[in-house]
């Protein structure tokens, strides 16, 4: 499943970011929107490829979806940018190295962020090696789409159009879990937003594919392939993630803990044959979007089993809900929402 970013709201802040990143994520963003197109003008270009035209054609069908579900989508996804290769900016973030405290970049209006997104590879990875070297836990990589947060009207990019049978439930999640963020969005808390989003995406996108192709259709096999495949992968980093946290919250020396804490990653990359090695701060990103463990299950049966009931409990959400910045604990705000419900 194509990780997701919402981190470029920033850009439009000023203070204490670097003039360089400030102009390395506006003149991206707007050298993004001006090599944008009109959907319908590409679905009749003949130059593009036919499958890029049918799942662009499918779009406004999505939309609907989600609208008629409760979702805001009026305003992204009426343009199209073909990019050079499969990434549309590339994320950083960072953490302390024996503690799931991850660096924050702060903004006037835009509020807090949990990590930065830059258009350039190269500047990424510079950033990442500067974290590096000051001591974090930190990492540098692709995203395949993005959201604004409401600051520009996103496009659809060709990054998001995927292979396979899947090609179809991967937009449709896309587009509505960027749509939640239109819906509902708390500042500084992405923890929320993202298992928010999450959530609901995940699951209209199973109920749009069933509706659109049957239920079986070898898209929605594929689809539901897919998820399952993740979910175990998810299953497996976060029991990780949970021995890690009880390893940092212990009393030993930091030089074990940190032997300790190799051991625990090197387990973790052999059972899941992964061909990257993974830090606090990557495992922090995947939390991200698996904040609320079943919380939000838990909610959707308050409401009825009803999402849309869910995202007007979102909806009626403040800031004043949450106790701090980057709340990762989201139990006390998922209460809050099911009684919202009743």
Not at 110 to 127: N, V
Not at 165 to 182: P, Y
């Amino acid at each position: 499943m194509t990780r997701r970013l919402l981190a470029l709201a920033a850009l439009c802040a000023s203070g204490c970011m670097t003039t360089r990143y400030l102009a390395q994520a506006s003149y991206g963003q707007f050298d993004l929107l001006a090599k944008a197109r009109p959907i319908d003008e590409v679905i009749a270009d003949p130059d593009v490829s036919l499958r890029v035209r049918t799942l662009l054609a499918g779009i406004p069908d999505i939309k609907a979806y989600g609208a008629k579900r409760g979702l805001d989508t009026h305003k992204n996804y009426k343009t199209y940018v073909e990019l050079p290769d499969d990434a549309a900016v590339w994320f950083v973030g960072a953490s302390k190295p024996l503690a799931f405290e991850p660096r924050q970049w702060c903004f006037p209006i835009a509020g807090c962020f949990a990590g930065l997104g830059w258009f350039d590879r190269e500047d990424a990875f510079d950033h990442r090696d500067q974290l590096l070297a000051e001591g974090w836990d930190a990492f540098a990589r692709p995203a395949a789409a993005y959201s604004t947060g409401g600051w520009f009207p996103d496009p659809v990019l060709s990054a998001m159009l995927s292979e396979g049978d899947d090609a179809w439930a991967e937009l449709a999640n896309v587009i509505l879990h960027e749509s939640v963020h239109a819906t509902v969005f708390i500042p500084d808390e992405p923890f929320f937003n993202e298992a928010f989003a999450e959530y609901v995406a995940d699951r209209m996108a199973d109920d749009w594919v069933r509706e659109r192709f049957g239920e079986a259709s070898a898209e929605l096999a594929a689809y539901r392939e897919s998820q399952a495949d993740r979910a175990v992968r998810t299953a497996r980093e976060l029991r990780a993630y949970d021995d890690l946290a009880a390893l940092y919250a212990g009393h030993e020396p930091d030089a074990v803990k940190l032997t300790k804490k190799a051991a625990i990653i090197d387990a973790m990359v052999a059972d899941l044959q992964l061909r990257y090695r993974p830090d606090n701060a990557s495992l922090i990103e995947l939390r991200v979007y698996r904040a609320a463990g079943d919380g939000f299950a838990t909610v959707q049966a308050a409401c009825g089993g009803s999402l849309e009931r869910m995202l007007a409990a979102g909806k009626r959400l403040r800031r004043a809900d949450f106790t701090k910045e980057l709340e990762d604990n989201l139990g006390h705000v998922l209460a809050h929402m099911a009684d919202l419900c009743r």
